[in-house]
């Protein structure tokens, strides 16, 4: 059987991916993404900067991202031992956004990827490249496989990996490297939170730094849930003990 041809094949619906997609196919190129999982998923990185706006506008996604009605963030409020810095967009010596949203990802994403198959790309999910055979003239020929299991081939002139922390072609090639930053692990969670009010600055994320290499994210979103995240050096979490809540089956 052939392999299905395209000028470009994107691996991952995320931010990266759809934007790159848009961008490409604007510039009148065949483009197709393929996502490993289904949309809506959960993904962490809810807090964007004003940067942000400029990719979403060159890939035309502005208006769809403004109907969903998230957060508009307007800088960010840092605390330390009671100490308060504020800082909004705005004060900037450059021209550019002075804002940007508080988004819930799964949302998010999910809103970005439906935008992109409207503009012509067909997105096809559930299916995750496992191998890249690139052929001496920079051509390539990717392996997908479906949830199913069912393997085929998809021919491209180039390849965006837009795999985030799949990390696609760095897995394959063996181009993954350390970090030389130091380990931070994270422990998040969505408090649906009811007594939150609006003067409790939800245009901004709340940076708490709690200790040396220990930090607090505190995200509201326009529904009225609130992401709260602890940062820190993975030995910091070790000293609590988990307690999970659990329901009794009779
Ligand atoms: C604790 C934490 C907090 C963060 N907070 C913020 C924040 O506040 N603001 C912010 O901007 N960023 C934040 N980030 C970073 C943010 O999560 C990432 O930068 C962002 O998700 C990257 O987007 P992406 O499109 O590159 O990849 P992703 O969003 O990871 O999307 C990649 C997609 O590729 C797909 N994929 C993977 N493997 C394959 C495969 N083999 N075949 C096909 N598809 C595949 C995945 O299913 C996924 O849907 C945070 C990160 C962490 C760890």
Not at 10 to 21: F, R
Request: glycine share 8%; with cysteine.
């Amino acid at each position: 059987m052939q392999p299905e041809k395209v000028d470009v094949l994107v691996i991952g619906a995320g931010p990266a991916g759809t934007v790159a997609a848009s961008i490409v196919n604007q510039a009148g190129y065949k483009v197709k993404i393929v996502e490993k999982q289904e949309f809506p998923r959960f993904v962490i990185g809810e807090s964007l900067l004003p940067r942000c706006m400029e990719a979403l506008e060159e890939a035309k996604f502005l208006d769809a991202v403004k109907a969903r009605g998230y957060q508009q963030k307007n800088g960010a409020k840092f605390e330390k031992q009671g100490k308060i810095c504020n800082y909004f967009f705005n004060d900037q010596f450059t021209d550019g956004w002075g804002w940007t949203w508080q988004v819930p990802r799964a949302d998010f994403d999910h809103t970005l990827a439906k935008t992109v198959e409207s503009q012509g790309v067909p997105v096809e999910y559930q299916t995750g490249v496992t191998a890249i055979n690139f052929h001496p003239d920079g051509t390539s020929t990717t392996t997908v496989e479906d949830k199913d299991g069912n393997k085929r081939e998809i021919f491209a002139r180039f390849i965006i990996d837009g795999s985030g922390y799949g990390r696609v072609i760095p897995k394959l090639f063996g181009m993954e490297r350390p970090s030389n930053l130091p380990p931070r692990k994270a422990v998040f969670t969505h408090l649906v939170d009811t007594k939150r009010s609006m003067d409790d600055e939800p245009d901004r994320i709340t940076i708490i730094v709690h200790d040396k290499a220990v930090w607090i994210w505190v995200i509201p979103f326009s529904t009225g849930i609130t992401s709260v995240g602890y940062v820190a050096d993975p030995g910091f979490f070790e000293q609590f003990t988990v307690h999970r809540k659990r329901s009794c089956g009779r």
